[in-house]
């Protein structure tokens, strides 16, 4: 059954003018762009289970109790969230109004996250008032950042109507924040952590109170300057793919979801992808190695190679197919992490969790540097082909549909991937507890016991190796390339034509017609 809704005659001469190298988004908004990138990872949530764990001290039932309701409420708010988000249609567009009106109330709540151990300063790990505020804020906060990541998906796709000017500007900007230093706050607090661990400090704070000084500092800073960076881009921004005029109803939304073959297989693989549990790579090196900086230490040999790293990809696409790379980029951290643990358990006795070399930092160095120089290879690959195949994948909606579904196409592969993580995430912090993990050890200076270490070992290596790898499976089966590819661009952006200048002209009524052309061809077939 043939897929395209016009007549028109594709054949091999006519269909490469589609990757004409074509911009429509200029410098301006290109550097904005590249900040808003740049502030999606400027913040130390890396270490944000160790915060509320060991800072903030949430006893870890609790947090498993908060894992699961806020799972549970982010299921139900991403359903009506995307319905009404699928329904707007303003003069800024259709994603910009909550990119610009979350911005601030979004920046208040996360403040209000990093000044918690201020707020309830030495209060006990199962204090009531400090688990209700705790849900409470994350329940807003969930709230908040379903309206910003569906808008924020939507704008990305939106932003450009040529897929060529859209890889263009996500490879700009990952190589820009790259580049400049996007990470440089976790690295900064990396350091001040092993700084701290290791009593260089002498300003006679005690341990605990320099841990939850650094922890604060650091996370409201980061929050103020990402938030600033990311309002200058929505403020300078524009959405360049026209909606169709007549909103789609939630049975058509559900129909383009049912009937996107790309996207269905990309949820799938991020459903069973999500399953894979694991550990903190963070908890290993700090509570095990006593060396957060490992992070810095292993990847300086890799660091070089991180920029050029984006010279690889038109190699990459030119040499293998879509579906390949992203199941490359996807689970090559999985197959190095086996090796990891095979060379760390050298040495090491099952029955009395004594020895190994992943107790020792210098053996480990040359493993996680290794893991780090082969990883990195992959890295410009997986910054742009995963956000280019959903990218792709909405094109192939509107080419299919007549109409585009970000918002509830955004949610529904979400919603089944945060239904699998969840699952995960709570089955992880359960299995904390339940092997004995001391929340109080960090700030004592205290270690964990021997058979723990070995718990934080294998849940960031083996464990997550052994159950992330089902979401290669569905993506055998992902074709939307080669001639398939390049007629659905072809006859999308004739078509955007024709619906552009019938709305230039102010003919409403023949952008409606052509509308309900396009969903007569689809229901014909």
């Known amino acids: 059954m043939a897929e395209n809704t016009t007549n028109t005659a594709y054949t091999d001469e006519n269909l490469g003018y589609v990757y004409e190298n074509r911009r429509y988004v200029g410098g301006k908004e290109t550097m904005g762009f590249v900040l808003w990138d740049a502030a999606q990872s400027l913040n130390i949530n890396t270490y944000s289970t160790r915060f509320i764990t060991n800072i903030v001290k949430i006893d870890l039932g609790y947090q498993t109790i908060v894992k699961t309701v806020n799972s549970i409420w982010d299921i139900v708010n991403d359903i009506f969230t995307a319905a009404i988000v699928e329904k707007t249609r303003t003069r800024w567009g259709k994603f910009r109004p909550y990119l610009l009106g979350l911005a601030i109330p979004g920046c208040i709540a996360t403040l209000l996250y990093w000044f918690m151990p201020i707020l309830f300063a030495g209060k006990p790990a199962m204090n009531l008032g400090k688990f209700i505020f705790y849900m409470m804020l994350e329940i807003l906060r969930e709230g908040v950042g379903t309206f910003q990541s569906i808008a924020r998906t939507g704008m990305l796709a939106t932003i450009t109507p040529h897929p060529v000017d859209r890889t263009r500007l996500i490879t700009i900007a990952n190589f820009a924040s790259g580049f400049f230093g996007e990470k440089l706050p976790e690295h900064g607090m990396t350091i001040l952590l092993d700084l701290i661990d290791n009593k260089v400090f002498k300003n006679g704070m005690s341990h605990e109170n320099q841990l939850m000084g650094a922890f604060v500092g650091m996370g409201a800073a980061t929050t103020l300057i990402s938030s600033a960076m990311s309002f200058w881009f929505f403020m300078n921004s524009k959405e360049r793919i026209m909606q169709s005029v007549k909103t789609p109803s939630i049975r058509d939304s559900l129909r383009s979801i049912a009937n996107n073959k790309p996207m269905l297989l990309l949820t799938l693989s991020d459903f069973l992808a999500n399953f894979g549990i694991s550990g903190s790579k963070q908890d290993y090196y700090i509570d095990v190695l006593h060396f957060a900086s490992m992070t810095l230490v292993a990847g300086l040999p890799a660091a070089p190679l991180s920029p050029v790293s984006y010279s690889f990809v038109p190699w990459f696409r ?11 980029s996807r689970n090559i951290s999985h197959f190095l992490h086996i090796f990891v643990f095979l060379f760390g358990c050298i040495g090491f006795n099952p029955k009395t969790f004594k020895g190994g070399l992943y107790r020792k930092k210098l053996p480990m160095f040359f493993a996680m540097a290794l893991w780090e120089l082969i990883w990195t290879v992959f890295y410009g690959l997986m910054s742009v082909i995963g956000t280019e195949l959903y990218n792709e ?132 077939k």
């Not at 030119?318 to 490359?328: A, G, P």
């Not at 339940?434 to 270490?453: I, L, R, S």
């Open 318 to 328: 030119r040499k293998f197919s879509s579906r390949l790379l992203y199941i490359v």
């Open 393 to 524: 994948s909405m094109d192939y909606c509107e080419w299919k549909n007549g109409y585009r579904t970000e918002a509830m196409t955004s949610v529904a592969k979400g919603l089944a991937a945060k239904l699998s993580g969840s699952v995960s995430g709570v089955v992880t912090t359960a299995l904390k507890k339940m092997v004995g993990y001391d929340q109080n050890a960090y700030t004592k200076g205290e270690e964990q016991p021997d058979y723990v270490k070995f718990y934080l070992f294998a849940m960031f290596t083996i464990v997550p190796a052994a159950t992330g790898t089902l979401g290669i499976i569905p993506m055998l089966f992902y074709d939307l390339h080669g001639k398939k590819k390049e007629q659905m661009y072809a006859e999308l952006l004739a078509r955007r034509k024709e619906a552009s200048l019938a709305a230039s002209d102010g003919d409403l009524e023949a952008v409606i017609e052509l509308e309900e052309k396009l969903k007569k061809a689809r229901d014909l």
